[in-house]
């Protein structure tokens, strides 16, 4: 079952690009986007992760974390994050369990893992849940979402 807006986030573990342990109960208390994208150096999340990057500072300074999750394994996800020079969590779900724990959708017949992003109050509330898989439309979203609360 897919998490909805209104719904609270489930807690969930994984791995950061780094290898370091990640738990989401960890990050509540302040404003989160969660961005669920397809794989690491495509086009269109390379577009998507270096607009996060860009508009990084101004999702801080509201007081936001920004985290990104696909299924590209820790040394996938660190290639990517230096080379594009990425200053956020990424996490690596190889297993697909957070994926499913969200409900994220896939695309073009089920060969594509979806693009969704989601926006997280301080109370673990989602505010917002955004699916398209144009990449480069999610951080408008975000950033329009963060600065109302």
């Known amino acids: 079952m897919a998490i909805t807006k209104?719904?609270?986030?489930?807690?969930?573990?994984?791995?950061?690009?780094?290898?370091?342990s990640?738990?989401?109960?960890?990050?509540?208390?302040?404003p989160l986007v969660?961005?669920?994208?397809?794989?690491?150096?495509?086009?269109?999340?390379?577009?998507?992760?270096?607009?996060?990057?860009d508009q990084y500072q101004d999702f801080q300074d509201l007081g936001a974390e920004v985290i990104g999750i696909s299924g590209d394994s820790e040394a996938s996800h660190d290639k990517?994050?230096?080379?594009?020079?990425?200053?956020f969590i990424l996490l690596s779900d190889s297993s697909k369990k957070i994926r499913t724990l969200f409900g994220v959708p896939t695309h073009f017949f089920g060969l594509m893992p979806?693009?969704?992003?989601y926006i997280i109050d301080k109370?673990?509330?989602?505010?917002?849940?955004?699916d398209s898989?144009?990449?480069n439309v999610h951080i408008e979203h975000a950033l329009k979402m963060i600065k109302k609360m």
């Open 133 to 135: 898989m144009k990449a």
């Open 6 to 20: 209104g719904a609270v986030v489930p807690n969930f573990k994984a791995k950061t690009q780094s290898g370091d």
């Open 34 to 53: 969660i961005y669920f994208y397809p794989k690491d150096n495509t086009p269109g999340c390379t577009t998507q992760a270096c607009s996060f990057r």
């Open 114 to 117: 979806g693009r969704v992003t």
């Open 80 to 87: 990517f994050a230096q080379k594009h020079k990425l200053p």
């Open 123 to 130: 109370q673990g509330k989602v505010v917002s849940v955004f």
């Open 22 to 30: 990640f738990e989401l109960s960890n990050y509540l208390g302040k």
